[in-house]
């Protein structure tokens, strides 16, 4: 067991409106949850670290259901989600490991049986460092025009000793997807691919 | 609306450990940028009256937003600062124009008062260009722990004919002053300075 200890969270939401092209119905919106946390593992190797997943399960419950809250509150709207980590220097890859099971977890408890693979991207980086977080339809990971990814990072984090996690959902499609390939209207959503 | 807005971002930060120490309550504190294409990219323009009535509209637009991601009543914000960003094919006398001549005033409304200058930046840049926005305290700009600046970027943004402009707000000063000053509990209030 080790203790969750939270320096800082940040809530980021990008409402797109065009992209050059006709503006759409209802704006794309991009939400990320980010929190920055300290790495109980840092500065030495610790072979055994992976109870931490379970300390880290309410937290990202948490994010999970203020990303829901900054997109006002109704599940229905969710359709793209990815999730991240930045370690800083004093930590390893692996640490950020540590973030794909409870990160997965949350969002499916939270959006309600949500059969996509949760994309996601990590590594280790100083403050200021950007993660692109990778982003695709939440019950169908073939979707084309939901494969999508979110910018995002903090000025003072992570820290050496921190860990930035990071959850992102996305209301829809690219502001003018139009490449083709599976729409979202043809998910059979058995296997959570198409 | 007279500004052509393609995107919209808010973003909130909340400061719960500061050097080990507790943040009680936490300090918060919201931005809200719109990226709009610039009017007069490209071209040399005496009359930036367009510029200036579009401040005015972001001013509200952007404050409401602001105040609304930071989740308390407007009248309860502590400090505020504002800053733009003009992508490469315009001048700095376009943000100027934004932000200066008419911006404040719909601010100060949605906030019910604010007696202080606005503390603004601005700068030309390209995408991803990060924008410090100044803090200072909306009734007397002289308290100390609310001299303070937030960091925002909008990777995708500004564009060449664009115009990155951001309104921030906060509920509370720096997480843990304590270098002196005019504190805020003796505001008085009159002069916007103390």
Known sequence: ???????????????????????????QRRAAALTVIHNPFAGKFVPEIAGFMEDLNPLGLEMAK????ALGGDLKVVEGYGKGAI?????????????????????????????????????????????????????ASYVRSHFDSMEIGISDAPRAEEIVVALVMTTGPRVHARV???KASEIKSEDGLR | MKAKVRKIVTFVEETHNEMGKV??????????AAVIENPFAERYVDDLTELTEIGEELGELLAKRAVAALGIAGPSVESYGKAAAVGENG??????AILHPKLGAPVRKVLGKGAALIPSSKK???????????????????????FDGMEIRVNDAPRANEILV???????????PRIGGLTKDQIKGEDGLR
Not at chain 1, 5 to 15: D, G, P, Q, S, T
């Open chain 1, 180 to 182: 083709g390939g599976l």
């Open chain 2, 23 to 32: 943040v009680t309550p936490p300090t918060k504190r919201a931005a809200a």
């Open chain 2, 124 to 146: 030309r840049g390209g995408l991803g260009v990060p924008l410090d926005i100044p803090l200072g305290h909306k009734d007397a700009a002289f308290v100390r722990s609310h």
């Open chain 1, 87 to 139: 370690v800083g220097p004093a930590g390893e890859l692996e640490h950020g490991a540590l973030w794909h099971v409870p990160g997965g977890y949350a969002m499916r408890e939270v959006l309600g049986g949500a059969k996509a693979i949760v994309p996601s991207t990590k590594k280790v980086g100083g403050p200021g460092t950007r993660l692109d977080v990778p982003v695709t339809h939440i019950n």
């Open chain 2, 91 to 96: 001048e700095l006398e376009h943000a100027a």
């Open chain 2, 166 to 176: 951001a309104v921030a707000v906060t509920d509370s000063g720096r997480p843990l």
């Open chain 1, 1 to 27: 067991m080790h203790e969750v200890r939270i320096r800082k969270r940040v809530v980021i939401v990008e409402e797109i409106f065009h992209e050059g092209g006709p503006a759409a119905a209802t704006p």
């Open chain 1, 66 to 69: 203020s990303l829901v809250t």
